[in-house]
T-cell receptor
Framework: DSGVTQTPKHLITATGQRVTLRCSPR?????VYWYQQSLDQGLQFLIQ???????AKGNILERFSAQQFPDLHSELNLSSLELGDSALYFC????????????FGNGTRLTVT | AQRVTQPEKLLSVFKGAPVELKCNYS??????LFWYVQYSRQRLQLLLR??SRESIKGFTADLNKGETSFHLKKPFAQEEDSAMYYC????????????FGQGTTLQVKP
């Protein structure tokens, strides 16, 4: 168990809808990262937060947004969902904002129908 | 540009055979490299970190700056080693984001 908790485990929704994925980092970790894993694109970095502030942005669509709350949990919001958004979404956490190993959660499997 | 290349999508070996999973990187500074393992699309688990120079589950990896490689090796493969392996590069600067290669599926046959 990595200590990173992601909910829900599975999510099935229709195109055009909006969903929220939640992540609680390991105790003591200040940084949260979101990754998307799809069969054709591999693991794509979406966004990083450190202690509540955005630290780095990757290939995150404008339809997607994220935030990190004062208690350090993070939410990834996906809106106007398309079939191509179906993927595994992983959250990872680390102690510092850089040069620390990332510890991954079990992921949320999103299926858009 | 920072990039990680894992040239093999699938590597299939027999139990007891040596394994080498290739990883090449492109990075202008001093790289920090990792190997992660993923069993059956579960969470990614940290396998190795190059600065630790340790051996986990019999796997080792050496950073070769001249060849910009960080290949993962194991002298004798076990069936339980079957999984997806990802090589990753730390993005540098003030971010800890990891840039992942496309992954190599290791299949160890009995």
């Amino acid at each position: 168990d990595s200590g990173v908790t992601q909910t829900p485990k599975h999510l099935i929704t229709a195109t055009g809808q909006r969903v929220t994925l939640r992540c609680s980092p390991r105790s003591g970790d200040l940084s949260v990262y979101w990754y998307q894993q799809s069969l054709d694109q591999g693991l794509q970095f979406l966004i990083q937060y450190y202690n509540g502030e955005e630290r780095a942005k990757g290939n995150i669509l404008e339809r997607f947004s994220a935030q990190q709350f004062p208690d350090l949990h993070s939410e990834l919001n996906l809106s106007s969902l398309e079939l191509g958004d179906s993927a595994l979404y992983f959250c990872a956490s680390s102690y510092s904002s850089y040069n620390s190993p990332l510890h991954f959660g079990n992921g949320t499997r999103l299926t858009v129908t | 540009a920072q990039r990680v290349t894992q040239p093999e999508k699938l590597l299939s070996v027999f139990k007891g055979a040596p394994v080498e999973l290739k990883c090449n990187y492109s990075y202008s500074g001093s790289p920090e490299l990792f190997w992660y393992v993923q069993y059956s699309r579960q969470r990614l688990q940290l396998l190795l970190r190059h600065i630790s120079r340790e051996s986990i589950k019999g796997f080792t990896a050496d950073l070769n700056k001249g060849e910009t490689s960080f290949h993962l090796k194991k002298p004798f493969a076990q069936e339980e080693d079957s999984a997806m392996y990802y090589c990753a590069l730390s993005g540098g600067g003030n971010t800890g984001k990891l840039i992942f290669g496309q992954g190599t599926t290791l299949q160890v046959k009995p």
